[in-house]
């Protein structure tokens, strides 16, 4: 917990606000003695964010918690002045407006300083907040309804945050206020602006093999979804590659894409490149509950739609030697859930297999029919293996075999020229970690074969590994165990050979090699060397949305399989996960882990926040912080309180002036084990 106490406060302990979740302070001269004004980085009006069914397919019957999500739409407006379904619609686009929730984020401009009453009239429910206090509200579900607040305004700047939530029925929300800059006549509030900027985060996928899949949640707002949505209008409310479409329940999909709730009124598109090596006719497959169907090169080649159950199509298509654009749509209206897609032909030796996609980002580059040669697997990259590293991927328990890391991103991702590793300390010096324990990798290469023939391939390991060829698994050495060799052959025609590497260690010493022999060694055993890999290789970086708040980073298991005992180094890590936040002030490790949508157990974590404190009136502030385990608050670089070691919950403060203007402040917070919270607050005038 974070908070302040001083002039701006009138004195009271209250959550410390951030008037920026991404830029520095700009500092304002002590002889300034004028309103200091909102930071506006918007145009004059109000920036409103849209949330369709933020609660599921569930009715809404009070705002609902909206930390963690992300809007579907975000446009500025002029004033808060929507007064039936119609006027509604128009902003937002939805055929019906109903289960919807919205805010407003905007500036009052005062020129002369007096008592004003704040309005909201809606159906269903509203609040006005000023200045973070609330003023007006019309709570619940009723037909419009008017709630007024009154508040003494100084002359300049007053944030306004308005929050609103419809749902079913006639729709209806104005905001209006009066006093000495209205001639005390009631009008619509206008905004003089917005700090950060008024967009929706598009989520994208990381650039590399697999399928891009991205997801659109009640895409026809509360209506149901009975055919294919047009998604091409929408704002996903999420993307991930994934290796294959192969998602045989609602269960597995919601766990994918981290979805709350039921698996009811979703859409989903899967974009991709196929790359067919042996021309030839293929059967191309998708089975799904509901709709799916399959795109080749802009062309439907499979068509499984509508409202069923689990249900197989399939269609006979000639494809030639090359790379072919393919797509998948699929939606789920209620009940069960599933989508695979397949494929057999000469490539699969005539078994059904799911289908591979070369890149997940990249359209098809076509090959001319007269191309006879073999055909290369693209490479981004350099020559060399992409190796991807996940630190203690379970949390702080043990790991016996190779764990799922669907949806996870690696702490660390680095090109290697081989796969040699035959001790801890060999590890430690690519990924950095003092403990080379409860760690997960994967290898991405390819191997080009100059002479076609039989080749056998090895992996020797401590603890688990396997190597995949061309998708299918040639040799492993499972489970835990010191070094042991697993191989297996496979007859490799001449050309590129896509190669996957998995392995983990758990504890203890670790080794790991790749090795293979056969025409192209002289039959000699020897290191696998790898041409490139496609995609690039690198960890995506989570970003806060710039926009007032505090920006927080977190970061699992930072110290690997180590306790967290003190502050760790976070400025030469990669954070798991990013978000903004209004306050610091999470009372408890179960409403951390739902903020972050966090997995089991809240151990093991560090997070910062950082933001912008605007300071309004000089004078001395008291700042606190409490928190389960350590926490320390910084003030322009310096630091400012020191709630650090670990302990249970536990308050810290400090006296400090502040001078009138923008203050950088960032807070350092870690967890290692047991309860968790972690507050800011500050008091003053």
Same mark, same amino acid.
């Given at each position: 917990?974070?908070?302040?106490?001083?002039?701006?406060?009138?004195?009271?302990?209250?959550?410390?606000?951030?008037?920026?979740?991404?830029?520095?302070?700009? $500092?304002?001269?002590?002889?300034?003695?004028?309103?200091?004004?909102?930071?506006?980085?918007?145009?004059?009006? #109000?920036?409103?964010?849209?949330?369709?069914?933020?609660?599921?397919?569930?009715?809404?019957?009070?705002?609902?918690?909206?930390?963690?999500?992300?809007?579907?739409?975000?446009?500025?407006?002029?004033?808060?002045?929507?007064?039936? =379904?119609?006027?509604?619609?128009?902003?937002?686009?939805?055929?019906?407006?109903?289960?919807?929730?919205?805010?407003?984020? @905007?500036?009052?401009?005062?020129?002369?300083?007096?008592?004003?009453?704040?309005?909201? /009239?809606?159906?269903?429910?509203?609040?006005?907040?000023?200045?973070?206090?609330?003023?007006?509200?019309?709570?619940?579900?009723?037909?419009?309804?008017?709630?007024?607040?009154?508040?003494?305004?100084?002359?300049?700047?007053?944030?306004?945050?308005?929050?609103?939530?419809?749902?079913?029925?006639?729709?209806?929300?104005?905001?209006?206020?009066?006093?000495?800059?209205?001639?005390?006549?009631?009008?619509?509030?206008?905004?003089?602006?917005?700090?950060?900027?008024?967009?929706?985060?598009?989520?994208? &996928?990381?650039?590399?093999?697999?399928?891009?899949?991205?997801?659109?949640?009640?895409?026809?707002?509360?209506?149901?979804?009975?055919?294919?949505?047009?998604?091409?209008?929408?704002?996903?409310?999420?993307?991930?590659?994934?290796?294959?479409?192969?998602?045989?329940?609602?269960?597995?999909?919601?766990? $994918?894409?981290?979805?709350?709730?039921?698996?009811?009124?979703?859409?989903?598109?899967?974009?991709?490149?196929?790359?067919?090596?042996?021309?030839?006719?293929?059967?191309?497959?998708?089975?799904?509950?509901? @709709?799916?169907?399959?795109?080749?090169?802009?062309?439907?080649?499979?068509?499984?739609?509508?409202?069923?159950?689990?249900?197989?199509?399939?269609?006979?298509?000639?494809?030639?030697?090359?790379? !072919?654009?393919?797509?998948?749509?699929? $939606?789920?209206?209620?009940?069960?859930?599933?989508?695979?897609?397949?494929?057999?032909?000469?490539?699969?030796?005539?078994?059904?297999?799911?289908?591979?996609?070369?890149?997940?980002?990249?359209?098809?580059?076509?090959?001319?029919?007269?191309?006879?040669?073999?055909?290369?697997?693209?490479?981004?990259?350099?020559?060399?293996?992409?190796?991807?590293?996940?630190?203690?991927?379970?949390?702080? !328990?043990?790991?016996?075999?190779?764990?799922?890391?669907?949806?996870?991103?690696?702490?660390?991702?680095?090109?290697?020229?081989?796969?040699?590793?035959?001790?801890?300390?060999? $590890?430690?010096?690519?990924?950095?970690?003092?403990?080379?324990?409860?760690?997960?990798?994967?290898?991405?290469?390819?191997?080009?074969?100059?002479?076609?023939?039989?080749?056998?391939? &090895?992996?020797?390991?401590?603890?688990?590994? !396997?190597?995949?060829?061309?998708?299918?698994?040639?040799?492993?050495?499972?489970?835990?165990?010191?070094?042991?060799?697993?191989? @297996?052959?496979?007859?490799?025609? /001449?050309?590129?050979?896509?190669?996957?590497?998995?392995?983990?260690?758990?504890?203890?010493?670790?080794?790991?090699?790749?090795?293979?022999?056969?025409?192209?060694?002289?039959?000699?055993?020897?290191?696998?060397?790898?041409?490139?890999?496609?995609?690039?290789?690198?960890?995506?970086?989570?970003?806060?949305?710039?926009?007032?708040?505090?920006?927080?980073?977190?970061?699992?298991?930072?110290?690997?399989?180590?306790?967290?005992?003190?502050?760790?180094?976070?400025? /030469?890590?990669?954070?798991?996960?990013?978000?903004?936040?209004?306050?610091?002030?999470?009372?408890?490790?179960?409403?951390?882990?739902?903020?972050?949508?966090?997995?089991?157990?809240? =151990?093991?974590?560090?997070?910062?926040?950082?933001?912008?404190?605007?300071?309004?009136?000089? @004078?001395? #502030?008291?700042? &606190?912080?409490?928190?389960?385990?350590?926490?320390?608050?910084?003030?322009?670089?310096?630091?400012?309180?020191?709630?650090?070691?670990?302990?249970?919950?536990?308050?810290? &403060?400090?006296?400090?002036?502040?001078?009138?203007?923008?203050?950088?402040?960032?807070?350092?917070?870690?967890?290692?084990?047991?309860?968790?919270?972690?507050?800011?607050?500050?008091?003053?005038?």
């Amino acid at each position: 917990m974070v908070r302040y106490q001083g002039p701006d406060t009138k004195h009271r302990l209250v959550y410390m606000p951030s008037s920026s979740s991404c830029k520095a302070a700009k $500092f304002v001269s002590r002889k300034h003695i004028a309103p200091v004004p909102i930071k506006r980085d918007g145009p004059e009006g #109000y920036c409103s964010r849209w949330f369709y069914s933020p609660i599921g397919s569930h009715g809404i019957s009070s705002f609902p918690d909206l930390r963690g999500m992300e809007p579907q739409k975000a446009v500025v407006v002029s004033m808060a002045d929507w007064e039936s =379904d119609r006027a509604f619609t128009k902003v937002v686009g939805l055929q019906h407006f109903d289960r919807v929730a919205m805010t407003l984020d @905007g500036i009052l401009n005062v020129k002369r300083a007096g008592l004003y009453t704040l309005c909201t /009239r809606s159906d269903d429910g509203s609040h006005i907040f000023m200045d973070g206090d609330v003023i007006a509200q019309a709570p619940g579900l009723h037909p419009p309804r008017t709630g007024c607040g009154d508040k003494y305004l100084s002359r300049g700047d007053h944030s306004v945050y308005v929050i609103f939530f419809e749902n079913g029925g006639g729709a209806f929300e104005t905001v209006t206020y009066r006093g000495p800059d209205t001639k005390d006549m009631l009008v619509p509030m206008p905004s003089a602006g917005f700090p950060g900027v008024c967009e929706v985060a598009k989520p994208e &996928c990381l650039c590399g093999s697999g399928w891009c899949s991205r997801w659109y949640f009640n895409p026809n707002g509360a209506a149901q979804v009975r055919d294919f949505p047009k998604t091409d209008r929408l704002n996903p409310n999420e993307a991930k590659t994934t290796e294959f479409v192969q998602f045989h329940s609602d269960g597995q999909l919601s766990h $994918f894409i981290s979805k709350a709730g039921r698996f009811d009124r979703v859409a989903a598109t899967f974009t991709g490149v196929l790359h067919i090596n042996m021309p030839g006719s293929y059967k191309l497959c998708t089975t799904s509950d509901d @709709g799916s169907r399959l795109f080749v090169n802009g062309k439907v080649a499979v068509n499984n739609g509508g409202l069923h159950g689990a249900r197989t199509r399939c269609a006979d298509k000639f494809l030639r030697q090359g790379e !072919h654009d393919v797509r998948t749509e699929f $939606f789920e209206n209620g009940g069960g859930a599933n989508i695979l897609v397949r494929y057999q032909g000469p490539d699969t030796k005539h078994r059904l297999v799911y289908m591979p996609s070369s890149s997940s980002c990249k359209a098809a580059k076509f090959v001319s029919r007269k191309h006879i040669a073999p055909v290369p697997i693209k490479r981004d990259g350099p020559e060399g293996y992409c190796s991807r590293w996940f630190y203690s991927p379970i949390g702080s !328990h043990g790991i016996s075999s190779f764990p799922d890391l669907r949806g996870m991103e690696p702490q660390k991702a680095v090109v290697v020229s081989m796969a040699d590793w035959e001790s801890d300390r060999a $590890f430690t010096k690519v990924v950095g970690l003092q403990h080379f324990d409860r760690v997960a990798m994967t290898l991405d290469g390819i191997l080009n074969v100059k002479r076609a023939g039989l080749y056998t391939l &090895c992996t020797r390991s401590d603890d688990g590994s !396997h190597i995949f060829m061309d998708g299918d698994v040639i040799a492993q050495a499972p489970g835990l165990h010191p070094p042991r060799t697993g191989c @297996g052959d496979k007859y490799l025609s /001449r050309g590129d050979h896509s190669v996957y590497v998995i392995f983990f260690e758990n504890g203890g010493g670790a080794f790991e090699t790749v090795t293979y022999r056969g025409p192209d060694t002289k039959d000699m055993l020897v290191p696998m060397p790898s041409a490139g890999f496609p995609g690039v290789c690198e960890v995506a970086k989570p970003e806060c949305l710039c926009g007032s708040g505090w920006c927080s980073r977190w970061y699992f298991n930072p110290n690997g399989a180590a306790q967290v005992r003190d502050f760790p180094k976070t400025d /030469r890590l990669n954070p798991n996960e990013a978000k903004t936040t209004e306050f610091v002030q999470f009372h408890s490790d179960g409403q951390l882990s739902h903020f972050i949508s966090k997995a089991g157990r809240f =151990d093991r974590v560090a997070a910062t926040f950082t933001g912008v404190l605007h300071i309004n009136m000089p @004078g001395s #502030y008291k700042l &606190c912080t409490t928190s389960d385990d350590g926490s320390r608050l910084f003030v322009n670089g310096k630091v400012a309180v020191n709630n650090g070691g670990l302990h249970g919950a536990r308050t810290r &403060c400090a006296d400090k002036f502040l001078r009138q203007g923008e203050h950088d402040v960032r807070t350092e917070f870690f967890e290692n084990g047991g309860g968790a919270n972690i507050l800011v607050r500050y008091q003053g005038p």
